[in-house]
């Protein structure tokens, strides 16, 4: 099945209906709300389903936006933060995007679940890359000091996230809401994918599951941080969608599929027949690369 978030557009509609109508002009029949829906598009939003104009496929926490956050950020509070009163903002916003989730008949709700408190090594690893450094002493030096950190630095942020997401997902499994933990693309984001691993057999529910971000993962494996195919095989069981874009090597991300470098006839065959796939596409992109990356998808792996 395929979807298109609204970050693509979010930030230029005031109104949305208008906005859901654009993407079902691109041939989207549904659509995820994304980071990125400010409280102004929220009655709109209702008259567009109201009407039967459009399905949600998902939404993105945190939706809407809280009050005093004017611009997309999935970020702004953390589950893994130190402050007990961020972490509860965290869930209690969490909370009213299943809220809305529920209002608007969509049936899953994408999570970012934080990070460490490492400094950004994955910005200064792609900056060495794109210089062509990747194979250079000082590259695999960094890359190795940001792993020992990590091991060393994540176990406290990652324990303050699980506690947070213990009542999240109480409150989704009442109101049959899918929650979908993402994939990242910066080490120092929470989970790593061993971390993943480990959330994944903590929280054996049937609506608890991994949301795939193919260019986030793109991206480590880029870097040099895992296997793509391998990785999407052995967590792909636990699936509950993805979103497409496509990775300008090394770290250039959510350009749309086809105008990157990720191999997707690798990669489709390991994930089940009625996956969903999000396009999530910047908004500097084109309406034509969009439209265009559709049609090609579609001829290619079908709707």
């Not at 400010?38 to 939706?63: E, M, P, T, W, Y």
């Not at 509860?88 to 989730?101: E, G, H, N, P």
């Not at 061993?194 to 608890?208: A, D, G």
Request: net charge negative.
């Amino acid at each position: 099945m395929l979807s298109c978030s609204t970050c693509w557009n979010s930030g230029r509609h005031t109104d949305g209906e208008a906005m859901l109508l654009e993407l079902r002009e691109l041939g989207f029949e549904f659509v995820e709300l994304s980071h990125g829906i400010r409280l102004s598009l929220v009655d709109g939003i209702q008259r567009a389903f109201d009407k039967g104009l459009v399905r949600f496929s998902s939404l993105h926490n945190f939706c809407p936006l809280p009050v005093e956050i004017t611009r997309a950020s999935p970020d702004c509070y953390k589950f893994s933060a130190d402050d007990s009163r961020e972490r509860d903002r965290a869930v209690r916003l969490s909370c009213q995007t299943i809220d809305f989730a529920v209002r608007l008949g969509a049936p899953r709700v994408v999570l970012h679940l934080g990070r460490t408190s490492l400094p950004d090594y994955t910005d200064q690893l792609v900056r060495m890359a794109e210089a062509g450094g990747i194979h250079s002493r000082d590259y695999v030096k960094l890359k190795l000091q940001c792993v020992r950190r990590r091991e060393t630095e994540a176990e406290a942020a990652l324990e303050r996230s699980k506690e947070c997401l213990e009542k999240i997902i109480e409150y989704a499994a009442e109101h049959n809401v899918s929650l979908g933990f993402e994939s990242r693309h910066k080490i120092e984001e929470i989970p790593s994918e061993r971390e993943m691993l480990r959330l994944l057999r903590e929280f054996v529910y049937p609506h608890v599951g991994y949301w795939h971000d193919f260019g986030h993962v793109q991206v480590k494996h880029n870097l040099g941080f895992l296997d793509h195919p391998q990785w999407l095989a052995q967590v792909a069981p636990r699936l509950i969608g993805c979103h497409l874009h496509d990775t300008v090597w090394p770290g250039n991300d959510h350009v749309s599929p086809f105008c990157g470098g990720i191999d997707y006839h690798s990669l489709i065959p390991l994930l089940p027949k009625d996956t969903l796939y999000v396009f999530e596409i910047s908004p500097k992109r084109a309406r034509e690369e969009i439209v265009a990356a559709r049609e090609k998808w579609v001829s290619t792996f079908g709707a």
